[in-house]
């Protein structure tokens, strides 16, 4: 019974270190394929493969185990020079690893685990491209090679009685060096261990690389681990250095110590506590207002401490949900890969600024979008490698994704270095689709023709291809960013290449609204969304082709009328001037008309009901000091109706 | 008091809508609520009459009658809303009256007669529930909701 228990704890463990481990393979798996002699890459990916078999072998995943098995046997031979990391070979360990991934999805959501007999012969097929006829030799475990002149040193972990799966830590910490340093021989060793045989102590001994000591740290600082000695292998055990949990102090973050470290919670108590927090931050104000009319100096005191704390718990309940933009782009090099590779063209990607934080809304809504701009850089930007030799560029295209942190955005240009938007090309279609007659598509500056690209259903490529036509336009791209407040910005010039500006908020839950009212009932309008306020004389409305319009310095505004947008009855008002809100999206500026202008405040947004979502105009709501509701309005699709 | 044996007896929140009489399944209802400042979505489906705020929450709050087609009540009410636990997120039910809660058997209810169920929509109708000379339509809310999320493809602007 208590071992089901420990399965499911450690199927979570098996989870996020399969995934760890994936990623590194893949990163690796890439690497190599543009350097096939590396066979620090080759390790790399065996190790990954190992630690998943060995974790696998001990849940019963046996099929995990066979797959992770296999992908072994083809890198073994790789890395006896038997095999070349390249063609066939590296789409089958490709292949391999993705099965792994979705093995590992299969196991998070706790369904069957699929097993691909197809691949298991792909990877054996692979095999018999080996060169030369190896000997049927077992693989040996990463870095077992024997290199005796360097001195050696010993590492003893003693795991506290009450570790579940003494195994599955043991290798943990075998991986965990084995990032530093070069793994000789452990007792018990990997074998052993996937056995499960009992064991009171890990000794392993090593070649330490030099970070070996973050190493040591880190597995002192792991859960499960009581005591850990480590020195040289010739030297007698009492001369070691100490260390148990306590002294092991902090730990510099990586996967492994954060698993020890941290706990985890899911995203909708993070939610949860988010709305009680903002709840918390309107009280104050509420609180404050109260405290400052009343002669009370203990009442303030204690009010103005409240203040503190709150803005205190409001900025640490925010950071709490920041997640770093790795999540999302980490994927981006095997993708890359991938789609270069279809479409016959070569392709070499460089990401930056992946530490960057950023609310895990905006990361979720962020990752298609970003998914769709490369494939377009790579489908419709890089040129194959003969056009782009004739163009005089190198063969190899360069896409780059930066993100930087600007003031209180986030910006990620998506980048490459190919072929640029053809403003003709795009004219050719808009005219074809009827968006535009062909005078008009003459005339056209370059900034509306670029605005055209997203338009749902626009595409200047003519055959669709597998991964662009998959139904997410550039039209989702923006709809995307801009639901979060963002905004895309595009730079092209004809030959040398495109980027993608994607300015983002950090934070998305709460922002700074205008107050207003229309029609009893109070409105909030994103500051981002707000020019200035003004009052317009109703003698100053004038009518262009049946649309009242305002001047604002001489600019000509539409004036939208709420409640007419609202479709609310307008009882026969005779005021002689009228309030107006100038809003902007994009480019597009108008005047908004409302009954009442009521002065701004920050807000913590809420989302509406799905059923609600959709809904012309509105994009969420949120609850005011008194208790009543403010609807959130959205500025964007008011202005494009 | 004999603890009452019944073979499979549920659990029903009984509400009326003018003289008719229906009941939800206890176990979906979350919390009664006297009605409270209902803000208006314009622009939303018919019978969606706004939304609540329940304890920092924003609620959508679904009129009955006007899901089920009825007229505004023509006698005073004392309205209530019935909250339940939709899967994604509670949804408010206004309706006219919360009558009773009451222990219902399997054996006392029967399916609906063909005729009256095509005129409210059959899938969401579990059966009807006989009590003495009393009548209680048993009906899923989160069936309902369903199928309002499928209807509200209404006509969109292009």
Redo the contacts between chains.
Sequence with gaps: MAKELDMKKYARLFVTESRESLRVANDAMVGLEKEPENRELVDQIFRSCHTIKGMAGMMNMQSVADTAHAIEDVLSAVREGELSPTGAVAEAIFHGLDTLDSMVSAVESSKEIPFDQGLIEQLQKALTQKSKPAPEKKEAPAGKRKRVETPTKTMVVRLGKRCALPSARALVILKELGKTSVVIDSNPDEQEIEHEHMFEELQITFEAGEKFHDSVKRIAAMTDVDQLLVGDTDKPRESWEKMSRQEAGPAAPTPDAALAKTVRVGMDKLDDLLDDVGELVISRSRLLEKATAQQDGDLQEISSLIDKLTSNIQSKVLGIRMIPLDMVVGRFPRMVRDLAKNGGKEVELVVEGGDIELDRTVVDRITEPMMHLLRNCVDHGIETPEEREKAGKKPKGLIRVVASKQQDHVLIEVSDDGRGIDADKIRAVAVKKGMMTESEAANALSRDLIDLLFKPGFSTKTEVTEVSGRGVGLDVVRNNVEYLGGSVMVNTSKGAGTTFSLWLPFTLAIIEAMLVQIAGQTYAVPMGAVVETHKYERVEVKSVREREVVQLRGEVLPLISMKGFFGIEKPAEKTSSLNALIVQSRDRRAALEVDELLGHQQIVVKSLDRRLKGTRGISGGTILGTGSIALILDIDSILGG | MMPMVESESKQYVVFKLGREEYGFDVSTVREIQSMD?I???????GY?EG???LR?????IIDMRKRFGMGPPTEKTETKIVVIDAP??P?GFIVDEVTEVIHISKDSVEDVPTPIASKIESEYVLGIAKRDDRLITLVDPIKI?DL??GS?AGPR?S
Excluded: F, I, W, Y
């Design positions: 400042q803000t208006a979505v314009h622009g939303s489906v969606v939304v609540m705020n920092g929450k924003l609620v959508t994604d997120a949804v909701l309002s999320v509200e602007r």
